[in-house]
Nanobody, 125 residues
């Protein structure tokens, strides 16, 4: 069974950092582009950052540029999202997702085939 599991969500103060992990089971991630998405209450799910299957191409939403960093460790079948300088508006459930069609990664929800269950990130003092 193909499964993605996110971890690392937590309550953090503004300006703090978190590292989220996305680990696959039932398949290997090295042939998949991986995206991180988030959904805040009452809002649509939005793309945050993605990395392609070769790890050479990334794309960041404007809200994430300069603060978030995506990386992948295919040996561990895991993709990471390092989030620094967190703001209250970053509060959301964060999801990782996998797709295998794109040469370059993209931030469109509809392009992704496999999704994790999400991990809650709350930024509050």
């Amino acid at each position: 069974q193909l499964q993605l599991v996110e971890s690392g969500g937590d309550l953090v103060q503004p300006g703090g950092s978190l590292r989220l992990s996305c680990t696959a089971s039932g398949f290997t991630l090295d042939n998949y582009g991986i995206g991180w998405f988030r959904q805040a209450p009452g809002k649509e799910r939005e793309g945050v950052v993605c990395i392609n299957s070769r790890g050479r191409s990334t794309d960041y939403a404007d809200s994430a540029k300069g603060r978030f960093t995506i990386s992948r460790d295919d040996a561990k079948n895991t993709v990471y999202l390092q989030m620094d300088s967190l703001k209250p508006e970053d509060t959301a459930v964060y999801y990782c997702a996998a797709e295998s069609r794109s040469y370059y990664c993209n931030l469109q929800v509809k392009e992704y085939d496999y999704w994790g269950q999400g991990t809650q990130v709350t930024v509050s003092s």
